[in-house]
């Protein structure tokens, strides 16, 4: 059953409860790190992106809690014939939301903000452990079309 939500950009004080939420999952429980209070370095991640126009925490809240979240980060670029492109990072739905439209609703806001934005495409990655998740992007018009790679730094 869908529940009924509201958006908005999180606060310094959202800060513990995202990290919870990204936390809460077999991959995150491996590289956060829950603490009270929190590592220094959720705060300095936290101000950059707060402190950046084109970046965005963006928060779906019901009446009275967080039930979900993702970074949403505008990208310029010179390929699309110099378009902007959406950057979707760190979605999460709280464990008690889960299965009732938030995550959907979530996406769908962001991607409304994108196209406000100016944006000509939205991207996103999702591990390749996380097959309910593919599905979920792929239900929402997303297509697997690229490889995506990374390359940690320590």
Same mark, same amino acid.
């Given at each position: 059953?869908?529940?009924?939500?509201?958006?908005?950009?999180?606060?310094?004080?959202?800060?513990?409860?995202?990290?919870? /939420?990204?936390?809460?999952?077999?991959?995150?429980?491996?590289?956060?790190?829950?603490?009270?209070?929190?590592?220094?370095? !959720?705060?300095?991640?936290?101000?950059?992106?707060?402190?950046?126009?084109?970046?965005?925490?963006?928060?779906?809240? @019901?009446?009275?809690?967080?039930?979900?979240?993702?970074?949403? @980060?505008?990208?310029?670029?010179?390929?699309?014939?110099?378009?902007?492109?959406?950057?979707?990072?760190?979605?999460?739905?709280?464990?008690?939301?889960?299965?009732?439209?938030?995550?959907?609703?979530?996406?769908?806001?962001?991607?409304?903000?994108?196209?406000?934005?100016?944006?000509?495409?939205?991207?996103?990655?999702?591990?390749?452990?996380?097959?309910?998740?593919?599905?979920? !992007?792929?239900?929402?018009?997303?297509?697997?079309?690229?490889?995506? /790679?990374?390359?940690?730094?320590?």
């Amino acid at each position: 059953m869908a529940i009924s939500t509201h958006f908005r950009e999180a606060t310094v004080d959202d800060l513990s409860v995202i990290v919870q /939420m990204l936390a809460d999952d077999p991959l995150g429980k491996q590289r956060e790190c829950l603490g009270d209070p929190l590592p220094g370095s !959720y705060l300095k991640a936290f101000q950059a992106i707060a402190d950046d126009p084109n970046n965005q925490l963006l928060l779906a809240c @019901t009446a009275d809690e967080i039930a979900g979240v993702l970074q949403l @980060t505008f990208i310029p670029s010179v390929t699309h014939q110099g378009s902007w492109r959406a950057q979707i990072e760190g979605v999460r739905v709280a464990a008690g939301f889960r299965s009732r439209g938030i995550g959907r609703a979530l996406l769908e806001k962001a991607i409304e903000l994108a196209g406000q934005h100016g944006c000509r495409l939205v991207q996103l990655t999702t591990d390749r452990q996380r097959e309910k998740a593919l599905q979920f !992007y792929q239900s929402l018009g997303f297509t697997a079309s690229h490889h995506g /790679m990374k390359f940690v730094l320590d």
